[in-house]
């Protein structure tokens, strides 16, 4: 599934599929109140996680896109249990439940991402008391390479194809010691999917060789670690790109001062968050189709059909032709 591109002749997409945005708040409470509901039936201490009944690894992920890298490293000899998984919702708007803190009390590996976008991992384990899964954060892989002490931290980091390779490792190697005899197994996947991110990596590079540093502008940060990979430029005001991921609106002063950044020509593409929009990015997409800047379309979780790699490839993919490289 290519992401959309949209030229001067086409036509936005419809603003009324698109979801309200994020409410930590409402978040973090439904997250607490699954965990007080369901303390009765796991218990104030959580037995150490047995296999599945399939002798397969039980995996949990926060998001789909991390229980498909969990997949493709482990295949047949995982059990995955993706926790965000509905593509048509905006995952910022998500609210654990009862199920979703089952599966966290029978997971050997946890997989989350942290930098404060899933925090309904931490409540729920928490309420299981002291729960013996492997837990991967994404963000204490990504820590060597990024900053994460700025305040605009960008935490979409499945964006970012070293961290994924580095959570591709950290999974081989957990694995490996859950089911040594299967290291092999592993390792080989784990060779694998390294070798997609690689020739990624490389078609982001040829990209980038030829954008001669080309603007951007990103209605959220999303894309953020991709496109600048790309070699783009990203000349979006930081109070705008925030305030959209936040469900909040801009003084008329900074969207003037995106409108004319798209007008004028100073960013070659701009790319948006398909799950989530208000009036003021709606404003923006028209100003770009008006102008006849292209659009890209891009997503916070996997289209149906679509694997993690084949996925980052059509962003790349987007990029490249909206960009007419």
Known sequence: MVPKVFGAADSMPDATRVLRLFDMNRTLLGAALAATSLLALVGCAAEAPQPSPSGTIAVVASTDVYGDIAAQIGGDLVSVTSIIDNPNQDPHEFEADARSQLALSKAQVVIENGAGYDPFVDTMLGALGDSTAARLVVAELAAPRLDQSATDFNEHLWYDLP????????????????????KADFSTRGDT????????????????ALSDGAGVLVTEPLPLYLTQAAG????????????????????PVVLKDVLQLV??????????NEQTSNAQTEQVLKAANEAAVPVVAMTETLPVGTDYLGWMADNVSGLATALGR
């Open 163 to 182: 961290t994924m390779a580095a959570l591709a490792q950290a999974l081989v190697d957990e694995y490996s010691t859950l089911v040594p005899e299967h």
């Open 193 to 208: 999917f390294l070798a997609g991110v690689t020739a990624l990596e490389e078609r982001t590079a040829q990209i980038a």
């Open 232 to 251: 783009l430029l990203n000349k979006t005001p930081a109070a705008f790109a925030r305030a959209m991921e936040d469900g909040t609106d801009v003084s």
């Open 263 to 272: 007008s004028s020509g100073q960013v070659a593409v701009v790319v948006y």
